[in-house]
């Protein structure tokens, strides 16, 4: 199996196929990045009614949950919040603002 990100090509033995990607964070990326990388954009988009849908998949235990949602013990403001809470503060900030 050969990987080239440049080309988002994956080559498997003889079978190749072609991927698209809007993003690709490194294990070092914090909670903000992935945020502003994966669903940020999505706000306006999903205030203008359009149909937005972010998606996690991967191994078990891998950190999906982590991601979406943070630990359980993070407050308000919390640079560990994850995706989830962020995106929901966004929408009802930009909601209130009238934007």
Request: aromatic share 10%; glycine share 14%; proline share 3%.
């Amino acid at each position: 199996m050969r990987v080239d990100l440049a080309g988002a090509s994956e080559f498997i033995g003889e079978h190749e196929g072609h991927y698209t990607f809007d993003a690709a964070l490194g294990v070092e990326a914090s909670q903000a990045a992935v945020y502003d990388a994966v669903a940020k954009p999505m706000v306006a988009d999903v205030l203008r009614g359009f149909n937005a849908t972010l998606f996690a998949y991967g191994q078990t235990g891998a950190g999906k949950t982590h991601s979406m949602f943070g630990p359980r013990d993070a407050g308000d403001g919390s640079a560990a919040v994850g995706v989830v809470p962020r995106l929901l503060v966004d929408i009802f900030r930009s909601l209130s603002e009238g934007d």
